[in-house]
């Protein structure tokens, strides 16, 4: 006796069949661009009318008190951990980038290397560093070295770079495995050697890779919250622990969202700038 | 100029050139024919320092260059997929060659304006490669190989991408362009028509191993080996016992005794003959000549210039030949086909 199962294509089959003709291109695009601009667009907008004191005598209150000193550092700190983790980073990821596009035969191998860190929590992985440099620590104890980099900046950038180098790994690889290997070989037989080929053929190539690169990472580092929380001190407090401290800890929305506000324009602000001098739409299109 | 003694080149346990030496000569231009994996680009990288050989030397103007890397070497190199660099202009192209051989920045001006003359793009030195056509981008990689002067221009396939009427044109312009500059050239591809018409030399690869270095005059009317004749050209086959009668022989086909002018095949041999189409005359009536066999038309191709008619024989074989243009022949026609003993290759 023959049953007929429902199969794995019997269903998409007659899913596709009832879809069919009724889906266009821009139902597909609504879906997307729906859930960026409903859960995104729409939170970020909310928060410009809540960090405003309508109806007082002064409704930027909260705009007066972001411009002293401890948020001021707050922000300038942000930046610069973000410029440095980002030059960190892209220098840790092209070496590895390089091994795997030119210096290896398992790229696979590598790669998983790279991307596994990817599947642990953050949180994990800052506590295994804070572990790992704590003076009372495993380590501290098995080698009787007491590294005294806990709660201070270069902890904070030693964990950042840690948990982006992956994200900065992949496009700037990208770029160089999409290299033809001809354009190497022709620059050999020029009369270039293997460094010059490098500086003058293979980085520029890979410009495009390592500027998707730089913009990833600066933007995840600038905006870090658990790095610093984790592996930081009171001296080392970025503007995302400050926004969380106003809105968690004193439940003060308006001073929250005012930071939030402030932070955005300075990212996008700065994004512009970015754009004016790179033109992101060359780069990114080239990827 | 160059020199390739037993050179080898395994890749791992797989042999792709095997104990290859030939030479070439101040001037001349040599092409390395074969089909694709016969081992002519490896030859052609390991010249250029590309490939390491797992045996044998390169001589550069008798100088040894097997270990030198491929900077050191000064060669001049077109590849198939052009190789220009994208993220420069055709002018930094050139100029980049140039710079990295020595030259001073007058001098780099001066060669980059005598390059693009020389490969007629006088106008195009601020474009960006993507710019340029298939065409143009092979003849400004040809302009950046040949603008230090190197001893030798190594050609990788640069015809390969083009089309058929534009790569003949290629084919012109490049000969004239390498008598122009008479550098030594070697030039590699699996095109017999590039590998005819533009070599003094060409060395047929099969599997590694040469079969035959000869001019194309030779490779084509003489081959050396059934792989020669087979790759090199068009023809039939035959083959069969050989009876010596004098000066001649006679090779015992099935459809028929084959006479052959004196050739070395020996009696008792069994003998292959290959017969090109340009030889083989087709005609509706029966003459009793030498040489003469029937068949029926499977097929006719015409070609504007001249037809390709295949003949089935009686034996089941089919036999090629070339008529004038258009012919009056159909398929299913019973024809006779006719051929000079003298055209006849034994092998």
Redesign the interface.
């Known amino acids: 006796m023959s049953t007929s199962r429902p199969t794995v294509d019997g269903v998409a089959g007659s899913i596709g069949e009832l879809l069919e003709g009724r889906i266009t291109n821009s139902h597909l695009a609504l879906f997307g661009l729906g859930f960026v601009g409903v859960f995104f667009i729409l939170p970020i907008l909310l928060l410009v009318p809540e960090s405003i004191a309508f109806g007082t005598g002064e409704p930027l209150q909260a705009y007066r008190r972001a411009t002293r000193g401890i948020y001021v550092d707050a922000f300038v700190r942000s930046f610069l951990y973000g410029i440095v983790t980002t030059a960190v980073t892209l220098a840790l990821a092209y070496l590895i980038s390089y091994f795997m596009a030119f210096g290896t035969n398992r790229v696979r191998l590598t790669m998983t290397l790279v991307i596994v860190p990817l599947w642990i929590a953050y949180i994990v992985r800052y506590f295994g560093i804070l572990l790992f440099l704590s003076p009372a620590g495993p380590f501290a104890d098995l080698t009787g070295i007491e590294p005294s980099l806990l709660f201070t900046t270069p902890a904070v950038i030693i964990g950042l770079s840690n948990v982006y180098l992956p994200f900065a790994v992949l496009p700037i690889y990208n770029s160089l495995n999409a290299i ?1 290997g ?2 190497i ?10 460094w ?1 080929t490098l500086v ?2 293979v980085f ?2 890979s410009l495009p890779g390592l500027v998707a690169a730089g913009l990833i990472v600066f933007i995840l580092a600038a905006g870090s919250f658990l790095g610093p929380a984790v592996l930081g001190g009171p001296n080392q407090t970025m503007i995302a622990n400050e926004i969380a401290g106003a809105f968690l800890n004193n439940f003060n929305i308006r001073f929250a969202s005012a930071l939030a506000v402030i932070y955005s324009i300075l990212l996008v602000g700065t994004l512009l700038v970015f754009n004016t001098v790179f033109d992101l739409r060359e780069v990114l299109g080239n990827i | 100029m160059l020199e390739v003694r037993d050179f080898t080149k395994y890749y791992g346990d797989l042999c792709a050139v095997e104990n290859l030496s030939f030479d070439i000569d101040e001037g001349e231009f040599v092409t390395l024919l074969g089909p694709s994996g016969c081992g002519k680009s490896t030859t052609l ?1 390991a010249i ?3 490939v390491e050989p797992t045996d044998g030397q390169i001589l550069l103007r008798g100088e040894d260059v097997t270990d030198l ?3 050191k ?5 077109a ?3 052009t ?5 420069m202009t055709v002018r930094e192209n050139i100029a ?2 140039l710079k ?2 020595g030259h001073d920045s007058t001098a780099v001006e001066e060669r980059v304006e005598e390059s693009l003359e020389l490969v007629d793009m006088p106008d195009h030195g601020e474009h960006k490669p993507g710019e340029l056509s298939g065409g143009q981008q092979q003849r400004v990689s040809l302009a ?1 190989a040949l603008a ?1 002067e190197p001893d030798i221009l ?1 050609l990788d396939e640069p015809l390969t991408g083009l089309d058929r009427v534009l790569r003949e044109e290629m084919r012109g312009w490049l000969n004239r362009i390498q008598k122009e500059v008479g550098v030594t050239t070697l030039y590699v591809t699996h095109d017999q028509e590039d590998a005819l018409s533009m070599s003094d030399t060409v060395i047929v690869l099969n599997d590694g191993h040469s079969e035959q270095i000869d001019s194309p005059e030779r490779i084509y009317e003489s081959p050396a080996s059934p792989f020669v004749a087979e790759f090199v050209g068009k023809s039939t086959r035959f083959s069969g016992p050989v009876s010596r009668e004098g000066d001649r022989a006679v090779v015992n086909n099935h459809n028929k005794a084959i006479t052959v002018e004196g050739t070395g095949v020996e009696d008792g041999d069994d003998a292959t003959l290959y017969v090109r189409p340009e030889d083989i005359e087709v005609s509706r009536t029966a003459e009793g000549t030498e040489n003469e066999i029937t068949g029926r038309v499977v097929n006719v191709a015409n070609l504007g210039n001249r037809a390709e008619v295949t003949v089935e024989l009686t034996d089941g074989n089919e036999a090629l030949a070339h008529t004038n243009r258009f012919p009056d022949i159909d398929v299913g026609d019973d024809v006779h086909l006719r051929f000079d003993p003298e055209r006849v290759i034994a092998l």
Do not use: C, K, T
């Open positions: 033809d001809e354009l070989s022709a620059s050999r037989v020029l009369g270039a050697s293997q010059r003058s053929v520029p190539l | 990288h250029a320092g590309l890397p491929p900077e070497r000064n060669i001049g190199m590849f198939q997929s190789a220009l660099f994208p993220h980049f060659g990295m051989h950046r230090y190594l």
